[in-house]
């Protein structure tokens, strides 16, 4: 049910903000006092107050759904086992003055500049640490200092293209900085799709208000990409970096990558070849000039770094070194997010830039220096301890929750080993209203914003992302993975232009009419092609025997019914040893094994597996789907895949359960017929449909075949229902069935879209527009396996083929079935050794981090 968002009803307003209650002696985001709403907040309040009751419901659902339908997730253990958790948005965002969000502003400037001034001075000259500015083991004991890379020389001295701030508010009001995101800002990617719906789900609202919009800001950043490439600047050849599907936020870069117009790459669509760095396409090597990385540091180059890790390029550190690619952020940026750095920062600040610092810092104790290791010890209940290194597991520890035994071994192993950690001050946070079951309760939160470089200097994202912790514990110790969202407002002090992301260029663009596809991509996309018409023909299968079996005649009657078990058998969706194989056979046996073909996970076949494998295909090539086409397999996978079988015990309800399931599949294939470009990308995807199709074909028929002795016209009226081809048949031949104009029709002929040689002629189409290198036609295995089967098919003599032999069979057909299956079979391996695995991943050799490094952890 799909309601308007701002439709009214006859029911009383909610007044929600008149009933809240906001927290005492604590800093309330709404409310100076009780009763006495901040100006800022006024507008807001009174238009929400006036949304009734169900009205707020409905728009909360709204929220949800879209979510849902979007795909926003994220994998909180970030690999590719554990389950994606539903992203959560809470319908009241956060609103920022202008006046204060100046303040704001200026603050994460400037500490923005001390950072890159930092990370400048350690990878270049390292004035810091000779002049004693810093302690050497927030270097040399440091994870994220990347020694490889010092010396290499960053386009415009900018280290922070690309960066992030968490900010809290303490109960006293007061903004505190509570870490910085330098080298993977995550989250600029929810942050934008928390934007885009509730603008669209408060659209009144937000339109009443003047928000400053987002857009700007990443055009800038697009800009500034451009600039910083060392060749092509006009229309450099831009590339997001991506760990893959396997990533805890990979739903937020494919967002980014396409609403920002970059292609999305993994590490193995790209490799170094003479210190440059080049995008593997299926028309050869591109040069790549900017990488916008999402790779975390020790990840990016396992020839210089970890050579362990699977999702970085071979020989980046050394092709940046020789300006031959920019990456941003430049490799080795986590090293500024140490907490260890900020107890120094007031300090560094003023050296630096000669100016005091703006917004503090939360109280932090670096425990490598003497005094600071003594205070602690002396007051362990005042304060959080945590990793100095921000140690990738390492816990979060209160000592007030030790016992007294705990907390003299753990307080040993601190002053054992004090640089590696640090002491937070326990601090209290100010409270937002956030709606929690119809009503509005208080909770902590903190706030991410974020900075790129622009073209003087840097720039702050008009808004960000508030999470917030619901469970009234402060939330600087607990895991903010679970928390919800908000969206942040910051208003402006006049009328807010509205502005495209789609700028525009001095320089005009080179026509073109595709971009360009990597082999990862076209290997995806042919794959997501296959699964979409595997399960198709799955749910046209099942939907056939579900519906003989719910109709009036007993299941022992149905003439039908043993010719589409076959067929389901051939297949492999059904097992043979449960069903043919017994001579007591029940209707509910039947059923229950129908069931375990659509809902058993541990069957390969069963529908709901090859459901995965296309929702894992459409992951990874998820910024070369539509919006529309990525909503309809999130309907059909919070629909099919998360039903269980015994929500489906009646044979009618499985019935119109295979008739949903195929209208999704149809959508998605119109969407694809209609909505996608005829480039490289929609080729592969439709070549994998129609070997896919010619696969089902080949075997329908072989089981109609098999089964033409017992009841001719049964097997034949069975094989055009699930060939989708009765129609058609019914309108040349009406009523009269015969195998030859049957085999003619699904077998022959050209113009129907089910036909086998339809699906062969549709390959040879493809297969003249894929590149071919200067290759002679028909000089590829592919092309000869394919003309080896249109020819065979064409030349056939239908009437010839039909006739039985002295035993009943069908030797002239069941040759021809054999030849395509057979046919295919080669044609499909000898596409992928040509253009998927065509160019093989830059080898790893060895590593320079020495053996268990960056392994620390801080355990109780």
Request: hydrophobic share 40%.
């Amino acid at each position: 049910m799909h309601n308007n968002p701002n439709q009214h009803y006859d029911s009383k307003p909610s007044e929600l903000f008149s009933e809240y209650s906001p927290p005492e002696n604590c800093f309330c985001e709404t409310f100076e006092l009780p009763g006495q709403i901040r100006s800022h907040w006024s507008k807001f309040v009174e238009e929400f107050d006036k949304i009734d009751t169900t009205e707020i419901k409905t728009r909360t659902l709204q929220v949800e759904r879209m979510l849902q339908e979007h795909g926003a997730t994220y994998n909180l253990f970030g690999n590719s086992e554990s389950v994606d958790q539903q992203w959560k948005l809470d319908l009241i965002p956060m609103l920022i003055p202008f006046q204060e969000w100046s303040y704001l502003e200026k603050g994460l400037i400037q500490r923005t500049r001390l950072l890159n001034a930092i990370l400048k001075d350690v990878y270049g000259e390292q004035k810091l640490l000779k002049e004693g500015k810093l302690p050497p083991e927030l270097l040399f004991c440091n994870p994220g200092f990347i020694r490889p890379c010092t010396g290499i020389e960053i386009p415009k001295d900018n280290f922070l293209i690309f960066s992030a701030v968490d900010l809290c508010r303490t109960s006293y009001g007061q903004w505190r900085l509570v870490s910085s995101r330098t080298q993977t800002p995550n989250c600029s990617g929810f942050s934008l799709e928390n934007r885009i719906i509730i603008s669209q789900i408060m659209s009144k609202i937000f339109q009443q208000n003047r928000v400053l919009r987002v857009a700007p800001f990443f055009m800038n950043l697009q800009a500034y990409l451009s600039e910083i490439a060392f060749y092509n600047r006009d229309n450099p050849t831009i590339v997001f970096f991506t760990p893959g599907p396997s990533s805890k936020t990979y739903f937020e870069h494919a967002l980014l990558s396409r609403y920002m117009g970059y292609p999305m790459v993994e590490s193995g669509d790209l490799t170094v070849r003479d210190n440059k760095v080049y995008l593997k396409t299926l028309d050869g090597l591109e040069p790549v000039d900017v990488i916008f990385r999402w790779v975390k540091d020790w990840e990016c180059d396992p020839l210089a770094l970890r050579n362990n890790s699977n999702n970085g390029v071979s020989g980046l550190i050394h092709a940046a070194r020789t300006q031959n690619v920019v990456v941003a952020n430049p490799i080795g940026t986590s090293l500024v997010e140490s907490l260890a750095f900020s107890e120094f920062m007031p300090g560094l600040c003023k050296h630096i830039l000669g100016e005091d610092i703006l917004i503090h810092d939360v109280s932090s104790l670096w425990c490598g220096k003497p005094e600071s290791l003594t205070q602690v010890i002396n007051n362990p209940d005042q304060y959080i301890i945590k990793s100095a290194f921000n140690i990738m597991g390492a816990e979060t520890i209160d000592l007030e929750t030790f016992s007294s035994v705990e907390r003299e071994i753990f307080i040993e192993k601190i002053k054992a080993t004090p640089y590696k950690y640090v002491a937070q001050e326990k601090i209290f946070l100010s409270a937002i209203p956030t709606l929690h079951e119809n009503r509005l309760e208080p909770a902590n939160h903190i706030c991410r914003f974020f900075i790129s470089a622009a073209q003087n200097d840097f720039q702050v994202m008009p808004g960000g992302l508030m999470r917030v912790n619901t469970t009234q514990t402060s939330f600087l110790n607990t895991r903010n993975e679970m928390s919800r969202s908000k969206d942040i407002w910051v208003f402006s002090e006049g009328p807010v232009e509205k502005i495209s992301l789609m700028g525009r260029l001095t320089k005009a663009l080179e026509i073109r009419r595709s971009g360009k596809l990597s082999s990862r991509v076209a290997d995806n996309l042919l794959w997501l092609g296959r699964y979409l018409e595997r399960s198709e023909n799955k749910v046209r299968i099942l939907r056939s025997i579900l519906k003989k079996l719910s109709g009036e005649i007993p299941f022992q009657d149905i003439q039908e019914l043993p010719v589409l078990l076959d067929m389901a058998v051939g297949m492999e969706l059904l097992l043979n040893e449960n069903l043919l194989d017994q001579e007591d056979l029940k209707i509910s046996g039947i059923h229950e094994e129908i069931l375990n073909s659509i809902f058993d996970r541990s069957r390969p076949t069963s529908l709901i597996s090859t459901l995965e494998n296309v929702n894992q295909a459409a992951k990874n090539v998820r910024d070369r789907l539509s919006v529309d086409s990525w909503r309809i397999l999130m309907r059909l996978d919070y629909g099919l895949k998360k039903s269980k079988a015994d929500q489906w015990i009646q044979i009618r309800d499985s019935y119109y359960l295979m008739n949903e399931a195929l209208m999704i599949l149809s959508a998605f294939s119109g969407l694809a017929m209609e909505g996608m470009t005829r480039g490289l990308g929609w080729r592969f995807m439709d070549m994998g449909r129609r070997i896919e199709r010619t696969n089902y074909m080949v075997s329908i028929i072989q089981s109609a075949v098999n089964n033409l002795q017992d009841n001719t016209n049964t097997s034949l009226d069975v094989l055009l229902e699930v060939a989708d081809s009765s129609m058609t048949y019914r309108s040349r031949y009406r009523t009269y069935l015969q195998m030859a104009p049957v085999m003619d029709l699904l077998i022959s002929d050209e113009i129907n879209p089910k036909s086998v040689v339809f699906q062969l002629s549709a390959l040879s189409k493809h297969l003249k527009r894929l590149p071919r290198n200067g290759i002679r036609k028909y000089g590829t295995m592919e092309e000869r396996s394919l003309l080896s089967m249109l020819t065979t098919v064409r030349l056939t003599d239908i009437d010839f083929i039909c006739e039985a032999n002295a035993n009943g069979n069908f030797e002239g057909l069941t040759e021809v079935l054999t030849s395509v299956e057979e046919g295919i079979r080669e044609f499909s391996k000898h596409i992928t050794q040509h253009y998927l695995s065509r160019i093989p991943t830059t080898q790893h050799f060895i590593s320079i981090q020495p053996e268990g490094k960056n392994e620390i952890q801080i355990s109780s």
